[in-house]
């Protein structure tokens, strides 16, 4: 799973700096506002929301439109949508199962653009639970190797100082993704796991409940383009939240990719 790993962090950094970053803002913010209203908005009771909003935070979201997502989620401050968790099936190119997670408040303008993002970038739909079984829902804690925050000499993590952080706390898996380590757990340890590391006194870039595929597609450079570009369609859309895609590219493959 290294090189799905591997494309997983990649997209992110990609996101930070990427030209559609009010499409990310948006996306980022609507997951604090359903987080909120979901599991009220105090992020000291709300795991969810205080991952959702430490991922905004550390996605540049300024703390005014991250404060107002509070409010609105929790009935503080009118204005809030009614969002519905919607998963739909696919195949990329190649045979690549894809599950794509949308978070939206129209279930039909989210189904036809999926859809259409499928059709025009060589995808198929697939019927409900044909490819969800290839996938596990686990959390996934995104560790970064250098702990200098930026400020002062490079401090390198080993996989060790990670294991041992970690392991008591319910982490199944831990793998060295180059520039991060990514901690795999069940996701009733999530806040376990992430607790552990904040203990430990190491910092962590991302802590969120994730889709793991169990089996992997391997794919060649142009098979894996094929693919990525099919999960930018889609993710160009507002509705879809995450995408998630089962391809086990190699370094040199994803090397192609740039």
Known sequence: ?????????????????????????????????????????????NPTLYDAIQKAKRSSVPNDNIDRAVKRGSGLEAGGAEYQTIMYEGYAPGGVALLVECLTD????????VRTAM??????MADAGSVAYMFSRKGVVIVPRDQSGGAGPSVPLTEDDVLSAVLEAGAEEVSDLGEAFEVVC??????AVRTALQDAGLDYESAEASFVPSTTVPVDADTAAKVVRL????????????????FEASDAVLAELG
């Open 231 to 246: 999960v930018e369609a889609l993710e160009d859309s507002d509705d879809v939240q995450n995408v998630f895609a089962n």
């Open 119 to 124: 059709t025009r970038n060589g995808g198929s």
């Open 1 to 45: 799973m290294s090189g799905h790993s591997k494309w997983a962090t990649t997209k992110h950094k990609k996101a930070v700096v990427d030209a559609r970053r009010g499409k990310l803002f948006a996306k980022l913010i609507k997951n604090v506002e359903v987080a909120a209203r979901t599991g009220g908005g105090d992020p000291a009771g």
């Open 106 to 113: 129209n279930r039909n303008r989210a189904a036809g653009e």
């Open 186 to 191: 069940e996701p009733t340890d999530l806040v």
